[in-house]
């Protein structure tokens, strides 16, 4: 028989061969390097069989992603076996690889705690040193459910349950050495291949991310092919904690969450500082273009979220409840809101396009499994706005909203945006033609700028132009969206009326900037490590009285500041001036002015900037007028 290899060509094989096979068939070196294999782009165990036709990749410890899954994979198999040597009884849930690592849910008969992960590693190491081959087979569902059902293995049964619901009639089982494990593969052939493995953390997580269900621990854990790469994935590791959001949220008093409201923040004044200061700019661009701020309810008929659609693609995410004995909802998006008033009055061709912004405030509904600080919340503020027009100046609104995401982005110094097209789903509203339109319309509108192309991953209602940022750590970040829709106006019978008093129906563009406010400013948090460019920081400038008898003057330098609109604030307690500044600089405040005798002599401060620096004596009109320049730079 013939498979076929990347570059195309041919390769000759007896019937029956395997990916071992038709490794070895190319090259030594590629038979002893070869992990797994692809086929079709399905990963596959090396040993399972070939068919004729077959386009097929050899994946080695170089093919970077697919072997670090395949690897990681297996170091969760192997990590399941050393549990269960070290806590007998232990009961099995989903054990997958992730990005950066892999994970497995226990069911432990006694909690686990970081003091355990070094009898888990070394129990590990054993098993990776005896070279176990990782082994393939295939049972029925019905006899697969009776093994799992004999070893008091809930968790698998229930997955066994779940693979006939979707219409499985047999599935995969691997075992190395004594451990067997409900599987789809792949693997590699024996546990000697592991790489370099390290325990990370443990967590509570219940099973199938449902708080209906058990809680079962998390064991997080990362491999990589060499001990170096290992090394600089656990440094970055370091300062991504450090940089964390929520940890940094709780330190400069930005933000918290309270056992009262799961997923729902509680923005302190330093944090709503940074928000307002964020807001407060967009409001700027937008009034420059000619947009109009509406507010629309948070609740609102169920009658509406019927006719949007959003209750048929939406609902298990919606909060519901009642008014009157009547249902309602609460909004998940703000489109309904701005069509109903976009149609609240008669609208003719010359008021085109009316672009309406709103900050507007939506509940999603995530599991709690899956709640993350501010970048996966239950209730966020969308910098949304809603643009109705014509089909010929879709490509100038568009431009224009892309044009102010790279203004915009570059105030918080992400430079570099990446843009994406997504074009039409597989299951989409609307005439092909509109589509080709609406496709066209965007790529105008992206002109020579670089962006990729997401094929069929537009929403169902139109393609859309996605925004991603790289953080300071090197971290992707999706942000806002311009999206084209027909499917809305049409819903909601929405016109205008024309130069020959036709009623005609707008396009609707849906467009977001920074997406959601509050995930944007998780983001911001981790990027800056809590060091916000001046004209966000909270507080950007602290005094420092350095005795009793200079507050009165502290409090003059105070509201002399404040009346320039910087955020001032000051610091008289009883601590010594050393301590004070030390507080100061762990606040991550830009500017420390300590006032004394000299300052108060001569009407100025002593100036201290980030990172400690002295920067001397200033007058205080002179240190005013510096920092308005600041903020607005
Ligand atoms: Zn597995
Ligand atoms: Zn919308």
Same mark, same amino acid.
């Given at each position: 028989?013939?498979?076929?290899?990347?570059?195309?060509?041919?390769?000759?094989?007896?019937?029956?061969a395997?990916?071992?096979d038709?490794?070895?068939?190319?090259?030594?070196?590629?038979?002893?390097?070869?992990?797994?294999?692809?086929?079709a782009?399905?990963?596959?165990?090396?040993?399972?069989?070939?068919? !004729?036709?077959?386009?097929i990749?050899?994946?080695?410890? %170089?093919?970077?992603?697919?072997?670090?899954?395949?690897?990681?994979?297996?170091?969760?198999?192997v990590?399941?076996?050393?549990?269960?040597?070290l806590f007998?009884?232990t009961?099995?849930?989903?054990?997958?690889?992730?990005?950066?690592?892999?994970y497995y849910?226990?069911? *432990?008969?006694?909690?686990?705690?970081?003091?355990?992960?070094?009898?888990?590693?070394a129990?590990?190491?054993?098993?990776?040193?005896?070279?176990?081959?990782?082994?393939?087979?295939?049972?029925?569902?019905?006899?697969?459910?009776e093994? +799992?059902?004999?070893?008091?293995?809930?968790?698998?049964?229930?997955?066994?349950?779940?693979?006939?619901?979707?219409?499985?009639?047999?599935?995969?089982?691997?075992? #190395?050495?004594?451990?067997?494990?409900?599987?789809?593969?792949?693997?590699?052939?024996?546990?000697?291949?592991?790489g370099?493995?390290?325990?990370?953390?443990?967590?509570?997580?219940?099973?199938?991310?449902?708080?209906?269900?058990p809680?079962?621990?998390?064991l997080?854990?990362?491999?990589?092919?060499? #001990?170096?790469?290992?090394?600089?994935?656990?440094? %970055?590791?370091?300062?991504?904690?450090?940089?964390?959001?929520?940890? *940094?949220? %709780?330190?400069?008093e930005?933000?918290?969450?309270?056992?009262?409201?799961?997923?729902?923040p509680?923005?302190?004044?330093?944090?709503?500082?940074?928000?307002?200061?964020?807001?407060?700019?967009?409001?700027?661009?937008?009034?420059r273009?000619?947009?109009?701020?509406?507010?629309?309810?948070?609740?609102?008929?169920?009658?509406?979220?019927?006719?949007?659609?959003?209750?048929?693609?939406?609902?298990?995410?919606?909060?519901f409840?009642?008014?009157?004995?009547?249902?309602?909802?609460v909004?998940?998006?703000?489109?309904?809101g701005?069509?109903?008033v976009?149609?609240?009055k008669?609208?003719?061709?010359?008021?085109?396009?009316?672009?309406?912004a709103?900050f507007?405030?939506?509940?999603?509904?995530e599991?709690?499994?899956?709640?993350?600080?501010l970048?996966r919340?239950?209730?966020?503020?969308?910098?949304?706005?809603?643009?109705?027009?014509?089909?010929?100046?879709?490509?100038?609104? /568009?431009?224009?909203?892309? !044009?102010?995401?790279?203004?915009?982005? $570059?105030?918080f110094?992400?430079?570099?945006?990446?843009?994406n097209?997504?074009?039409?789903?597989?299951k $989409?509203?609307?005439?092909?033609?509109?589509?080709?339109?609406?496709?066209? $319309?965007?790529?105008?509108?992206?002109?020579?700028?670089?962006y990729?192309?997401?094929?069929?991953?537009?929403?169902?209602?139109?393609?859309?132009?996605?925004?991603?940022?790289?953080?300071?750590?090197?971290?992707s970040w999706?942000?806002?969206?311009?999206?084209l829709?027909?499917?809305?106006?049409?819903?909601?019978?929405?016109?205008?009326?024309?130069e020959?008093? !036709?009623?005609?129906?707008?396009?609707?563009?849906?467009?977001?900037?920074?997406?959601s406010?509050e995930r +944007?400013?998780g983001?911001?948090?981790?990027?800056?490590?809590?060091?916000?460019?001046?004209?966000?920081?909270?507080?950007?400038?602290?005094v420092?009285?350095?005795s009793?008898?200079? $507050?009165?003057?502290?409090?003059?330098?105070?509201?002399?500041?404040?009346?320039?609109?910087?955020? /001032?604030?000051?610091?008289?307690?009883?601590?010594?001036?050393?301590?004070?500044i030390?507080?100061?600089?762990?606040?991550?405040v830009p500017?420390?002015?300590?006032?004394?005798?000299r300052?108060?002599?001569?009407g100025?401060?002593?100036?201290?900037?980030?990172?400690?620096r002295?920067?001397?004596?200033?007058?205080?009109?002179?240190?005013?007028?510096?920092?308005?320049?600041?903020a607005?730079?």
């Amino acid at each position: 028989m013939k498979v076929f290899l990347p570059d195309d060509s041919a390769l000759e094989l007896d019937s029956g061969a395997n990916g071992h096979d038709a490794a070895g068939a190319i090259g030594p070196g590629l038979a002893k390097a070869a992990v797994a294999l692809k086929v079709a782009d399905e990963l596959r165990d090396l040993a399972r069989p070939l068919a !004729d036709g077959d386009h097929i990749e050899i994946v080695t410890s %170089r093919s970077g992603d697919d072997y670090l899954y395949v690897m990681r994979h297996s170091a969760a198999h192997v990590m399941a076996e050393a549990v269960e040597t070290l806590f007998p009884g232990t009961k099995f849930g989903f054990g997958p690889p992730i990005e950066d690592g892999f994970y497995y849910d226990f069911d *432990l008969p006694r909690p686990l705690t970081e003091e355990d992960f070094p009898a888990i590693e070394a129990e590990m190491k054993r098993i990776v040193k005896a070279k176990a081959p990782f082994q393939r087979s295939v049972m029925s569902i019905a006899d697969a459910r009776e093994y +799992f059902a004999e070893r008091d293995d809930p968790y698998k049964v229930d997955q066994i349950d779940e693979l006939e619901r979707q219409g499985e009639h047999e599935v995969s089982l691997y075992r #190395q050495r004594e451990f067997i494990d409900l599987c789809r593969g792949p693997h590699l052939q024996d546990s000697g291949k592991i790489g370099a493995v390290k325990l990370l953390s443990v967590a509570g997580a219940y099973w199938r991310g449902d708080e209906k269900n058990p809680q079962l621990t998390r064991l997080y854990a990362t491999a990589f092919g060499k #001990q170096a790469d290992l090394d600089t994935h656990l440094e %970055r590791l370091e300062q991504a904690r450090l940089r964390d959001h929520r940890r *940094l949220g %709780r330190q400069l008093e930005l933000f918290y969450f309270d056992d009262a409201g799961p997923g729902f923040p509680f923005f302190l004044p330093k944090g709503m500082a940074v928000i307002n200061a964020i807001t407060e700019a967009l409001r700027d661009e937008l009034r420059r273009m000619d947009y109009q701020e509406i507010a629309t309810p948070t609740i609102l008929s169920e009658r509406l979220w019927h006719q949007s659609g959003h209750y048929e693609h939406y609902k298990d995410s919606m909060y519901f409840t009642q008014v009157d004995d009547q249902g309602f909802a609460v909004k998940p998006m703000n489109c309904p809101g701005a069509i109903l008033v976009y149609g609240s009055k008669r609208r003719s061709y010359r008021d085109l396009p009316i672009r309406l912004a709103e900050f507007g405030n939506v509940h999603r509904h995530e599991l709690s499994g899956a709640l993350h600080g501010l970048l996966r919340v239950r209730a966020f503020t969308q910098d949304d706005a809603h643009v109705f027009c014509r089909l010929d100046q879709v490509q100038d609104e /568009v431009r224009s909203a892309l !044009d102010l995401v790279d203004r915009f982005y $570059a105030r918080f110094g992400f430079s570099r945006v990446e843009m994406n097209l997504a074009t039409r789903p597989e299951k $989409a509203t609307g005439s092909p033609e509109m589509w080709d339109a609406a496709e066209e $319309a965007l790529r105008d509108a992206l002109g020579d700028r670089e962006y990729g192309v997401k094929d069929a991953d537009g929403a169902f209602y139109g393609p859309k132009i996605d925004f991603q940022v790289t953080d300071s750590m090197g971290r992707s970040w999706q942000l806002g969206t311009v999206q084209l829709d027909f499917f809305m106006p049409e819903r909601f019978e929405l016109s205008y009326v024309n130069e020959d008093d !036709d009623e005609v129906r707008p396009v609707m563009i849906h467009r977001a900037i920074l997406g959601s406010v509050e995930r +944007f400013f998780g983001i911001l948090i981790e990027d800056t490590g809590g060091d916000f460019p001046f004209w966000l920081a909270p507080v950007q400038a602290r005094v420092l009285p350095i005795s009793d008898r200079h $507050a009165d003057y502290a409090r003059e330098v105070e509201a002399a500041l404040r009346e320039r609109d910087l955020r /001032v604030e000051v610091d008289d307690r009883g601590e010594s001036v050393g301590k004070r500044i030390r507080d100061g600089e762990l606040a991550k405040v830009p500017y420390l002015l300590i006032v004394g005798d000299r300052e108060v002599h001569q009407g100025g401060v002593s100036v201290r900037g980030r990172g400690g620096r002295d920067e001397g004596a200033a007058a205080l009109a002179d240190i005013a007028d510096r920092l308005v320049a600041e903020a607005s730079a």
